[in-house]
């Protein structure tokens, strides 16, 4: 499976190293994911889920089903 967080849908961007020399060279900027295992109350269950950590920080901020409310995301087909 490719790495896409699973709430926001967040994937690698294409960006360029650039040398001393100026010389640039593409690369690839991968999302930095982490598997957490997070606590639904409106579901009273533990959820397993592949996640960015901007998308973690902003649950702790908000609440995980209001942020996946918003994202359009179903938590229950987890």
Do not use: Y
Not at 20 to 33: C, D, E, G, M, P
Not at 53 to 75: C, E
Request: charged fraction near 25%.
């Amino acid at each position: 499976m490719s790495r896409v967080c699973e709430l926001t849908g967040a994937k690698a961007n294409n960006g360029m190293a650039v040398s001393h020399s100026h010389i640039r060279t593409k690369k690839l900027q991968q999302v930095n994911l982490q598997k957490r295992r997070l606590w639904w109350n409106e579901g009273n269950k533990w959820i397993n889920i592949k996640i960015s950590t901007k998308a973690l920080k902003s649950i702790q901020k908000v609440g995980l089903h209001k942020f996946a409310k918003s994202n359009g995301v179903d938590l229950s087909k987890f």
